[in-house]
């Protein structure tokens, strides 16, 4: 078997969970064995790290960006050296007290992206940001996927009139709820029974709509969203927004909810506007979207099951899975090519 090494956050860390791990039965068929390394802080865990790099096949950075000492260093104990993001790392993000463009993250994103034998961008959008770097290879795209083995689908059995809205996010995208404070009051003024389930480890915030608070777990997640009717997304009018991926959405669409969001970056090209769910920006448009689907349960399990369809054939890890392992293939024959030239001269 073949080593693939993933430097990562932590191992339960949502990127590596969806973005790596998801394909490790994949891997795993093609000969390539999935090892995670956490981040850890110290000289002598950045020396253990280039050791077990340098005991590697091929190595996976995964949104970090290193200061260019140590980006020097693993690019020179890799043999094989992979860049994979999934938001525009290269700025700052939407909570920020500061402007979103920094030069110094750029910076950084740069260099990663310059020394990398090949780029996974989890968007079109992040796949231009790399290919302006200039790097060796073109950015490959290679978006967030979902298992919807792993979803059951939404029941849609609430009476007409009853509804339960669902969000699922890490507690810094909570802010988010609040942005969308007035759409959500809107539609629980045209839906005296409507309620949110936020699942999230953020503490409760004022939303404008009855809600109810769960911490996000793993082993519960998929479950929670079956017993929604609606899942909802809100990203911000910020720079920061055009680079997300989509996670929530696609969670949504596996477990067979109709989706309503804005119409900011990601969303316009997930939701299928009318058919999935509704694209709305305006609380009157979110009052119509919510009202229409909490009217009609036949209608949220239409658009549910439509937006499962298009997730299984767009964004599933079994759609996936054999591209990534190509992509891994592809990069590392490449190197190892590269360095036997390299070598005979």
Not at 43 to 63: C, E, G, H, K, P
Not at 227 to 232: F, K, L, N, T, V
Request: glycine share 6%.
């Amino acid at each position: 078997m073949r080593r693939l090494l993933a430097l990562t956050e932590d191992a339960d860390f949502v990127c590596y969970r969806y973005r790596l791990a998801a394909f490790a039965p994949a891997l795993a068929a093609a000969g390539w064995n999935l090892e995670p390394w956490p981040r850890r802080r110290g000289l002598s865990d950045f020396t253990a790290m280039l050791q077990s790099i340098r005991a590697a096949d091929a190595v996976v950075v995964q949104r970090r960006l290193f200061s260019a000492a140590k980006a020097w260093l693993i690019r020179r104990a890799a043999r094989v050296l992979i860049f994979d993001f999934d938001d525009a790392i290269y700025s700052r993000d939407s909570n920020a007290s500061r402007a979103a463009a920094d030069p110094v993250r750029l910076a950084r994103f740069r260099r990663m992206v310059r020394l990398a034998d090949g780029c996974l961008a989890g968007s079109e959008h992040l796949r231009r940001a790399a290919d302006a770097c200039g790097g060796r290879a073109a950015a490959q795209l290679m978006p967030t996927c979902v298992d919807p083995r792993r979803y059951r689908l939404a029941a849609h059995d609430r009476p007409a009139g009853l509804a339960e809205l669902v969000w699922i996010g890490s507690p810094s995208t909570a802010a988010s709820l609040a942005d969308a404070r007035s759409c959500l009051r809107a539609a629980a003024a045209a839906v005296p029974g409507l309620r949110l389930h936020a699942i999230c480890d953020a503490q409760d915030r004022d939303c404008g709509v009855r809600a109810r608070h769960s911490a996000w777990s793993a082993a519960t997640e998929a479950d929670d969203l079956a017993h929604a009717d609606i899942g909802i997304a809100w990203l911000p009018d910020h720079p920061w927004s055009a680079g997300k991926c989509g996670l929530k959405v696609l969670q949504y669409m596996a477990a067979g909810l109709p989706v309503v969001g804005n119409s900011i970056g990601i969303h316009r090209h997930l939701i299928d506007h009318g058919t999935t769910g509704f694209l709305a920006d305006t609380p009157a448009e979110w009052r119509r979207a919510i009202a229409t689907l909490a009217a009609e349960p036949e209608l949220r399990r239409t658009m549910g099951r439509a937006a499962r369809l298009r997730l299984e054939r767009r964004w599933s890890v079994q759609e996936w899975g054999p591209r990534f392992v190509t992509t891994l293939d592809h990069v590392a024959g490449w190197r190892t090519s590269e360095s036997l030239r390299g070598a005979a001269a």
